[in-house]
């Protein structure tokens, strides 16, 4: 579901979007909570969901939606530390080359020799034998 159709406003009071659709959800959750029932007291009360939203109560609506965020954040976590973990190969092998007096550069394309599938096997195997993980 697009962030647009979310609900974003209660009885009381109402949200502005963020434009990151995990926290829209949260919010949007809190709203559609709101809009059911007038007293949180009730928000564990069986109400069938609102548009884009799990689960048989508001209570559930709003902690599907902060889990799907916390799913969204891990993912994005480890992407970001792959990508982190990449770049230190990289720049770990421009620095080796660097120190041979050799441009790993062809082009657009990263140039090796040796029995290796990738660059990052290369690389990750010089670092193994340099740090005694042979």
Same mark, same amino acid.
């Given at each position: 579901?697009? %962030?647009?159709?979310?609900?974003?406003?209660?009885?009381?009071?109402?949200?502005?979007?963020?434009?990151?659709?995990?926290?829209?959800?949260?919010?949007? $959750?809190?709203?559609?909570?709101?809009?059911?029932?007038?007293?949180? @007291?009730?928000?564990? %009360?069986?109400?069938?969901?609102?548009?884009?939203?799990?689960?048989?109560?508001?209570?559930?609506?709003?902690?599907?939606? /902060?889990?799907? *965020?916390?799913?969204?954040? /891990?993912?994005?976590? $480890?992407?970001?530390? *792959?990508? =982190?973990?990449? $770049? *230190? =190969?990289? %720049?770990?092998?421009?620095?080796?080359?660097? /120190?041979?007096?050799? %441009?790993?550069?062809?082009?657009?394309?990263?140039?090796? @020799?040796?029995?290796?599938?990738?660059? =990052?096997? *290369?690389?990750? /195997?010089?670092?193994?034998?340099?740090?005694?993980?042979?």
């Amino acid at each position: 579901m697009s %962030d647009e159709n979310l609900r974003m406003d209660a009885y009381y009071y109402s949200f502005n979007e963020t434009g990151q659709t995990e926290v829209d959800l949260i919010l949007s $959750a809190i709203a559609c909570a709101g809009k059911s029932f007038h007293h949180t @007291d009730q928000w564990n %009360d069986e109400d069938s969901p609102w548009p884009g939203h799990t689960g048989n109560s508001p209570i559930e609506w709003i902690c599907n939606a /902060a889990f799907s *965020a916390a799913q969204e954040m /891990a993912r994005l976590k $480890a992407e970001v530390e *792959a990508l =982190r973990k990449d $770049a *230190a =190969r990289l %720049d770990r092998l421009e620095m080796e080359c660097e /120190a041979y007096g050799t %441009d790993v550069h062809e082009g657009n394309r990263w140039v090796i @020799d040796g029995p290796f599938a990738t660059l =990052r096997d *290369a690389i990750d /195997a010089g670092m193994g034998k340099e740090c005694g993980h042979d």
